[in-house]
Every structure is written in structure tokens, then in C-alpha cells.
């Protein structure tokens, strides 16, 4: 038996224990317990029709003052289940979406869909992996991630930092190659390839009950798009086309807020149309390289990016139309 004054040394040593074997876990076990921002600040949402809302990110790079939250995050709520649509930059940041969506509604999310293989799409898989909730993306995002995923959260990591902690590589599902439908509840969610556009295996979450577009980077209309190395830039205006004979009344483009088809087609086909030409002419006069950067791309100056991207885009569109003409 211990007297009194043991019982009181004892307890004030199993409470100093206590306290090391807690701390010694928070440091040794894993992301588990480490990973989430405390509290975890739920993201703003906006509705933008009767079962869809969307977190509406940055329309500027992504920054560690952003937390990599440059790109729309949005959600459907349905009777049978809550669908995701992009995975987010890391693993807090889907977090901070999950915190949100239990604000709206308290049913579970079912499922996730990659709008395409881009690291702030797709490296916040790994907080809904850890969910439980499935993962869908197209054939050729599917592919993006596994060539691309170590150099995508290494690039994220140094730019995240602590805002990282947690997030690992996540590979889709499930894939496929042109279109595919969920059914929940009473609503209809199809997902369609329109074809080659921003990146490989960009897609779009159509809610036709609605006429609701989730556009993906197929559509811009507050950012200057990028055209990357591999952008075919042909085959996203006609893709661009193929996307415009839903006719929908709300639309939520991949960047910026929710808008109508015709802000994100002046801003997108018509750019990409009017650089286009522009390139095409200083070709057919046998013009170099120097003359595509100068290009007057002023009626565009108003977009967010357009410092960094609209130099870059004539360069990479004349190289492309250029190696096209031998």
C-alpha cells in the first residue's frame, strides 16, 4: 500500500511520463497526428446552383501566403453522397475543403475526380485516400501523376513547407478515356473529355439537371492561360467548341469565379484565335522568333499572369506552328 505523500510523488511522475510519451509521439508517429493545420480553417465556399458549390482559389501562382490554393476546388452535394472535385495541393488543404464541406452538410464524400494531372489537382488525393473516398480521373492525368508525382510534391514541398506536412502521392482508381456518369440520388454527373486542351487528361464535371459546367482548365476568363510545351493549341479551340454546345447557364472554370460561356470564350478561344493568327502571319512573312515575343497582346493585359505568361505563350506558339510548317 502507498501512503499519502507516495501516492502524491507517484502521480506528479506519471503525469511528467505522460507528457514525454505525448510528446515523443507527436514527433515519431507520423503524419497522422502531425499533418493537419490546428484548428483546421475551413475554406470559403459559394454556391453556385442548387447542388454545387465551389472554394474559389487564387487566380495568381501559388504561394506559401495561398497555402498552393490557386485553382477551383468544388463540390456537388447529393442525398446519396458529397462529390469532390479536384484533390486540392496537399494533404491540409483538402483538409480545410473536407472542414467546409461539414459546415453544408454532414453526408459523406464518396467521390473525388481529378479535373486533370496537375499537382494543385491532384496531390490532396492523399487526404482522401486516407478518407476512404474513391479516386476518378481521365487515362491521361492518371498517367501525369505517376511519370510526374515525385518532381509535383518536391516543387510543392519547398514551396509549402510545413503546409506539406502530411501529403504523399495518391493514384487514381479508377480512369477513363471519354466520358463517364455517376448516379446519386436523383442527380446525374457526367464526366467528359472534350478532347486535348490546357494539359493531358483535362476533363469536365457536367451536371445537365442542373445545366451547371464545371469546366476544368479547359475555360480561363480572370488568369491568362498557359500554353505548356505539350499544349496543342488546334485541338483546344476545337475542344473549346465541342464544350460550348451544352449551353450551360452556370459555369465554374478551372481558375477565378463562376461566370457564362461567353466571358470564358472571349478569354480563352478568342485568345488562343487571336494568337494564333498572330503567329500564323509573322510565319507566312518569314519572320523569327523576336517578332512573335512582340506580339500586342495589350487587349489581355487586364488578366492575372499575364506578366509571366503572355511572352512565354507567343514563344512556345511560334516554335510549335514553326516546326508544323517543315
Known sequence: MLNNMQTAHFLLAFRKTSKLVLLSCGLLCGPAIGALIDPVVPLPLTQVSASVYVAIGD???????NGGHNNNLSVIVTAAGVVVINGGDSYQLAA????????ITQTPVVWLINENGQGHAVLGNSYWRDQGVKIIAHRLAAAAVRQQATKMLSSM??????????TYVAIPDLEFEQRMQLNLGDRSIHLISFGEAHSPGDISVWLPDEKTLITGDIAFHQRLLAIFPDTNVAAWIDSFQRMTELQPLALIPGHGGPTDIETVRTNTQGYLQYLTAQVQEILDAGGGLAQAYAIDQSEYAHLNTFEELAVKNAGRLFQTLEMESF
Open 96 to 103: 480545410r475543403l473536407h472542414q467546409s464541406i461539414r459546415q
Open 157 to 166: 514541398s519547398q514551396r509549402n513547407r510545413d503546409q506539406a506536412d502530411g
Open 59 to 65: 487566380t495568381g501562382p501559388p504561394t506559401y501566403e
